[in-house]
């Protein structure tokens, strides 16, 4: 029978919707399409917007140089100084990558901050340490993903809203990680984990820390932009009931999710161990904050369906320096605060006014 007029349109608005996320991710929703070719204007002017961010971003990077040059050129410019830039953002920029993909999903995860401690100060323990390197990367890992496949299954099958369920995480590692450490740093004597981080450990000058962020950011790219997995991502994230209709599996996309996260919170604590020859419960400390705000002003949309991996990158090296600029220039810390958070909110300003018509 012919179905009633109307009908047809209104069901295939959803599959047309869900459609559109499914394209090559990193552009947005935008207004209604009237057809196809509309639609993929519209992904080439996304695309478009998001290469001026990242040469935006850059500009800023180029713009801080420039003061870190004028005010303090033998410190700033030294090779020193540029290793420790990318090692301190090396760590929270494998954290952001996790984020990225959990934002453009739809999510949010609070618990990053936590996971990376509770990871370091059980991968440290005398026990995990007795089985040497492979033993402390594994227990790390295991731990991040542990974190995270809680976080997924109480997020996608719970269901819980993500704040609530990422931040009793945040919450219960903490307090698990001080339960494990009794409040002490741990120490490492592992001495193939230490001595990753001792100069004669660099490949061409370049820290193994700073290799490793350099290879899950590549990763994260390749598998947001080349992978059905990312298409899929920027689909649930765009629409998540869409999606459902299109043949996706939301709540499996969203455990999936939460499991990088909780993976790349794994790597990032044993990153730390390397860094700091210790663990503690109180690493991590607001590192959500500090993912969520590079994610944001690398363009990630904080309502989902919109992200791109080099965009958080930059805004990881774009805090990161600027941190580097305030020690070096012994300015205080909540001068420092201050800055990041105008920068915050000029970078949500700015994705208001692109998003609106």
């Known amino acids: 029978m012919k179905p009633p007029n109307g009908q047809a349109p209104r069901d295939a608005v959803p599959v047309a919707e869900a459609a559109a996320p499914v394209s090559p991710p990193g552009g947005g929703s ?3 399409q009237s057809g196809q070719q509309n ?11 998001l290469d001026v961010r990242h040469l935006s971003l850059l500009g800023v990077l180029i713009a801080l140089a420039i003061v870190g040059a004028a005010t303090k050129p033998d410190e700033f410019l030294s090779t020193d100084n540029l290793q420790l830039i990318l090692t301190q953002a090396s760590v929270i920029g494998v954290v952001t990558v996790g984020v990225t993909f959990v934002i453009i999903g739809g999510g949010i995860d609070l618990s990053v901050g936590a996971i990376v ?3 370091s100060v059980w991968a440290t323990t005398v026990a995990t340490q007795d089985y040497g390197l492979t ?6 890992v295991l731990v991040g993903v542990g974190c995270g496949l809680v976080n997924g299954l109480l997020i996608a099958y719970g269901p819980m809203v993500p704040f609530i369920a990422t931040l009793a995480m945040l919450a219960s590692a903490r307090g698990l ?15 193939s984990v230490l001595d990753l981080g001792v100069p004669s450990s660099y490949v061409l000058g370049i820290p193994p820390i700073v290799l490793v962020f350099a290879f899950v950011g590549v990763v994260g790219w390749l598998v947001l932009n080349r992978t059905t997995f990312g298409r899929r991502t920027v689909a649930v994230g765009g629409n998540p009931e869409a999606s ?10 969203r455990l999936l999710l939460y499991l990088l996260s909780g993976l790349c919170c794994g790597i990032a604590a044993f990153m730390l161990i390397i860094l700091t020859g210790s663990g503690q419960n109180t690493n991590g400390n ?22 791109t991996i080099l965009g958080s990158v930059l805004g990881v090296l ?10 070096l220039n012994n300015l205080q810390s909540d001068v420092q605060q201050i800055a990041k958070g105008a920068i915050i909110v000029a970078a949500v300003l700015v994705q208001k006014g692109r998003s609106t018509p």
Do not use: H, W
Not at 40 to 45: D, Q, V
Not at 288 to 298: F, P, T, V
């Open 117 to 119: 401690a509770l990871a």
């Open 30 to 32: 935008g207004p209604e």
């Open 286 to 307: 607001l590192y959500e904050l500090d993912a969520i705000a590079a994610a944001i002003i690398g363009g990630t949309l904080l309502s989902g369906g919109r992200g």
């Open 244 to 253: 459902r209709l299109a043949g996706i599996a939301v709540k499996r996309q």
């Open 318 to 327: 774009v805090f990161t320096t600027i941190t580097n600029l305030f020690a």
């Open 177 to 191: 990680a001080l339960q494990i450490s009794d409040g002490k740093t741990q120490v490492v004597n592992v001495e």
């Open 135 to 140: 033993g402390m990367l594994l227990c790390s």
């Open 39 to 49: 639609g993929r204007r519209k992904m080439k002017l996304a695309g478009g917007r």
